[in-house]
């Protein structure tokens, strides 16, 4: 019982950070495309900040 649920949150987490990087991939391919005309520089600027830090901090903990 508690190795299953050990290996179900396991997974769960990979799943969420695989999640969570699809996510910053895709927002980054949004900004210098589709949304490059809607964003700010300073917005692009700030997303581009928050981007390089999540991609480092999911890459620590693998």
């Known amino acids: 019982m508690i190795v299953n649920c050990s ?3 396991v997974e769960e987490t990979k799943d ?3 999640s969570l ?7 980054r391919s949004k900004l210098s ?5 809607f964003a700010s520089d300073l917005e ?3 997303l581009q ?3 390089i830090f ?3 901090h999911l890459v620590s903990q693998h």
Do not use: C, H, L, P
Request: hydrophobic share 20%; charged share 35%.
């Open 7 to 9: 290996f179900r949150s």
């Open 16 to 18: 969420q950070r695989n």
């Open 21 to 27: 990087e699809s996510f910053v991939y895709d927002t």
């Open 33 to 37: 495309g589709a949304y490059r005309s």
């Open 44 to 46: 692009k600027e700030v």
């Open 49 to 51: 900040i928050y981007r």
């Open 54 to 56: 999540t991609s480092k």
